[in-house]
């Protein structure tokens, strides 16, 4: 029991976080909350997967001088560091295309408002 | 965008740490095999000393540090720079990106870390330009012509 | 209405708990993400690139070796999308351009 708590509750901590950020994504009206949850989710992505990758007594994954014998249980797991790297890269490129898209919409309806938002769409499809 | 002459701190600090920001960035991007670091979190910390001197001292200074009609070119070049690494592998005789087949060095393994440093100024300049792009896209601002 | 949002939300953060629980303990070692060789007799991809990064490629950081050479063409495909980026932006907010001519 002990070992599976200890095992496991980063697990429940990064559960929370995405939590947090999908509440901002779906309940919130305004679309720069919207946006700003969006990027609280990928966060939480991100940690998952860099969380999993970690090994007990481990150290980063880079050489030490002067070794000749390349322990694996003394290095940790480097792949989800490499995936995750991409991942922060593409979040920050999506986060940038959002805020022009936000632009362009405040500069032809002039609000930021979900409803009213829908609202004028409808009205001009009639 | 006006200059905010009742606030010394701000121009002053950010003026003097800026070319150091700069710096470290360059050692960051090319110390990469040896440290932390490599061609994305370089470029972004170039960006960053970019943005901090747009942000404290107004819009026509940093238009004279670096124009914004440079930002989509450079970030061009940058994946020209990776793109003509694997075709330079490819035109030696092996398969694209293979970069034991440059021929800058003798052995194989030593190639090979050359090929990483040349790919990763390619990826360093890139993200360097497109993000200070960016940020003058969203805030406006036009390099006089 | 509102209520109904909170509770799916609620719901599935307990669903994301529950899945949780079949994940191995952080940390281990012998986990199967670990290990020498898969599951399925094949060669492992951590274990190969930690033990022979520096006698392939000469770099003692094990993550640019990966990003810059063993993994090459996705971080080709990376720096498309940040280029893709920087451009769709320029597109969508440059001025337009005034014509006095007319």
Redesign the interface.
């Known amino acids: 029991m002990i070992d599976f708590i200890i095992g496991h509750y980063s697990y429940w901590f990064i559960a929370a976080l995405l939590l947090i950020g999908l509440y901002g994504m779906v309940i919130k009206k305004n679309l720069v909350k919207k946006v700003i949850g969006m990027s609280i989710f990928q966060v939480s992505i991100i940690l998952f997967f860099v969380a999993s990758a970690s090994k007990w007594n481990a150290t980063?994954p880079?050489l030490e001088k002067g070794s000749h014998s390349v322990d694996i249980a003394s290095y940790i797991n480097p792949l989800p560091h490499t995936l995750m790297?991409t991942a922060?890269?593409v979040g920050?490129a999506t986060s940038?295309v959002a805020?022009?898209l936000i632009?362009r919409i405040f500069r032809s309806y002039r609000t930021l408002e979900e409803t009213t938002l829908m609202k004028n769409l409808n009205d001009d499809a009639e | 965008m006006k200059i905010n002459e009742d606030n010394p701190i701000t121009t002053l600090v950010s003026s003097v740490v800026a070319p150091f920001i700069m710096l470290f960035g360059l050692y960051i991007v090319f110390h990469?095999?040896?440290?932390?670091?490599?061609?994305?979190q370089g470029g972004t910390m170039l960006a960053a000393s970019i943005i901090i001197i747009r942000l404290a001292l107004g819009s026509d200074i940093g238009q004279l540090q670096f124009p914004s009609r440079l930002?989509?070119p450079l970030?061009?070049l940058?994946?020209l720079i990776?793109?003509s690494t694997?075709l330079t592998a490819m035109f030696f005789g092996g398969r694209f990106?293979d970069?034991s087949f440059l021929p800058v060095a003798h052995t194989p393994?030593?190639q090979?870390?050359l090929?990483?440093l040349f790919?990763?100024i390619?990826?360093g300049l890139?993200?360097m330009?497109?993000?200070v792009?960016?940020y003058d896209?969203?805030l406006?601002e036009?390099s006089d012509d | 209405m509102k209520l109904v949002n909170f509770g799916i939300i609620i719901l599935f953060g307990l669903l994301l708990i529950y899945a949780s629980a079949g994940l191995p303990n952080r940390g281990d070692a012998d986990a199967v993400l670990n290990r020498e060789k898969s599951p399925a007799g094949s060669q492992n991809a951590a274990a190969y690139y930690i033990r022979k990064s520096y006698?392939?490629?000469?770099?003692?950081?094990m993550?640019?070796?990966i990003?810059?050479?063993y993994r090459?063409?996705d971080?080709?495909g990376e720096?498309?999308v940040?280029?893709t980026?920087?451009?769709v932006?320029?597109l969508?907010?440059?001025?337009r351009r005034k014509d006095n001519e007319d």
């Open positions: 980063v880079i790297l922060i890269v920050v940038g805020f022009a632009i | 990469g095999h040896y440290s932390p670091g490599g061609g994305f930002g989509t970030g061009s940058g994946v990776y793109f694997g990106l970069y393994s030593h090979r870390s090929g990483i790919v990763e390619g990826v890139a993200v330009a497109i993000l792009a960016i896209d969203l406006g036009e | 006698e392939d490629a000469h770099t003692p950081n993550v640019t070796a990003l810059a050479d090459s063409y971080t080709l720096e498309t940040i280029m980026a920087g451009l932006c320029f969508l907010l440059r001025k």
